[in-house]
């Protein structure tokens, strides 16, 4: 069986790493030139080719920004593909993908997005495990192929990863809550302190706090500000009701309702009693 992967950063190089087995050809697509000579030397994929080899390919996987992935789906929808090919996308928001996708392919695409990540970026931050044990949240399965969920499931099983069924709707606003706000919240931390105080007094006093509030802020601009862009206005609502919140806190700290600030941090304690 052979797979084609387009995007040969952290997401598609751990994808080909951890399925070395499962596959008998890695076909690492890239328009990077550095990131194809690094997939092949740390032996991400077996072979660099061109989008055209897709045509070839039993598995196809999206591994770019969200609008790429679009562009993408437009030109497999003119590819004489596989009639049973399976073509899965790791976009982090997924109801732009799934209405924009061509209708003679849509049967063959299950709309994926694994809650896994770093925040470094490119073939070298590839690891083998980084799928093992995470949730993969599967959108709109009705539309998609029977063959081509079983072939997913069957990779996703052999990843060991969780399956979540779920709506691309949904997804998109839960997501906006527990991945794209964060973010946007480690940016302005990143970006309020480096207006406040010069490096050497960064470096000397952050601690664990800091180091893991402001641990996204490394994440790559380019493409979560295509995230953002996508989920819009998912994001404005999450961001409303984090200020609110803020607000809260404010206030409290102003007025020195003490009390009431602690009570109002124990709530927040009850989050880690479910995760």
């Not at 596959?23 to 000579?37: A, C, L, P, V």
């Not at 925040?119 to 599967?138: F, R």
């Not at 990843?159 to 480690?186: G, W």
Request: negative net charge; hydrophobic residues 40%.
């Amino acid at each position: 069986m052979v797979c084609g992967i387009v995007g040969l950063g952290l997401m598609g190089g751990s994808f080909g790493l951890a399925c070395k087995g499962y596959f008998d050809k890695i076909i690492g697509i890239d328009h990077n030139i550095r990131h194809q000579e690094d997939a092949l030397k740390l032996g991400l994929v077996d072979e660099i080719g061109h989008f055209e080899d897709l045509k070839q390919a039993d598995v196809i996987v999206l591994a770019i920004p969200i609008r790429g992935i679009i562009n993408a789906l437009n030109h497999l929808s003119k590819l004489n593909l596989k009639k049973d090919a399976l073509i899965i996308d790791f976009g982090s928001t997924k109801e732009s993908i799934v209405n924009e996708c061509p209708k003679n392919i849509r049967k063959n695409l299950v709309a994926s997005h694994p809650m896994a990540g770093t925040e470094y970026s490119g073939p070298q931050a590839a690891i083998a495990d980084l799928y093992y044990n995470k949730v993969m949240v599967v959108c709109n399965i009705e539309d998609s192929g029977e063959e081509q969920v079983k072939r997913a499931f069957d990779i996703y099983n052999y990843l060991k990863m969780q399956i979540k069924i779920m709506d691309a709707k949904e997804h998109d606003r839960h997501a906006a809550f527990i991945s794209h706000m964060p973010h946007i919240v480690s940016f302005s931390i990143a970006n309020s302190v480096l207006k406040q105080e010069d490096k050497d007094h960064i470096v000397t006093l952050a601690a664990g706090g800091f180091r893991d509030m402001s641990r996204l802020a490394k994440s790559n601009p380019h493409m979560w500000k295509d995230i953002f862009k996508e989920n819009k206005k998912n994001l404005l609502d999450s961001i409303e009701a984090f200020k609110s919140e803020l607000k809260k806190a404010k206030d409290m700290i102003e007025n020195e309702k003490w009390e009431e600030l602690e009570e109002w941090m124990k709530t927040g304690n009850q989050l880690h009693k479910i995760m």
